[in-house]
């Protein structure tokens, strides 16, 4: 298993930047394929971006393409989010999860086992 915990999170204006970051505790964090979500008020729980296990390959929801990036340190059991150019419609909770069988259906939240307890981001315009 493998506990998450979401940092980072905050209140800033269009067209600032915020780092999220996703510590890990528990076993074997480099066989986690790594995924980072968001959630607005009364909107479904939708994908923002992932990492594969050795942090090689990316992808990311088109919406926050050239303006987020996801890595990760393996050997400090963390995964972060970078973000960019924010924009007041990136306001949410932000979740980290992990994907243990490293599943190539990515964007699907029923695809990772575990789940932080989310972060807040509201972007102010």
């Known amino acids: 298993q493998v506990q998450l915990v979401e940092s980072g999170g905050g209140l800033v204006q269009a067209g600032g930047s915020l780092r999220l970051s996703c510590a890990a505790s528990?076993?074997?964090?480099?066989?986690?394929?790594m995924g980072w979500f968001r959630q607005a008020p009364g909107k479904e729980r939708e994908f923002v971006a992932r990492?594969?296990?050795?942090?090689?390959?990316?992808y990311y929801a088109d919406s926050v393409k050239g303006r987020f990036t996801i890595s990760r340190d393996n050997a400090k059991n963390t995964v972060s989010l970078q973000m960019n150019s924010l924009k007041p419609e990136d306001t949410a909770n932000y979740y980290c999860?992990?994907?243990?069988?490293?599943?190539?259906?990515?964007?699907?939240?029923?695809?990772?086992?575990?789940w932080g307890q989310g972060t807040q981001v509201t972007v102010s315009s």
């Open positions: 990492i594969s296990r050795s942090g090689i390959t990316t």
């Open positions: 999860a992990a994907d243990e069988r490293g599943s190539y259906r990515y964007q699907s939240t029923n695809e990772y086992e575990y």
């Open positions: 528990g076993r074997a964090f480099s066989n986690y394929a």
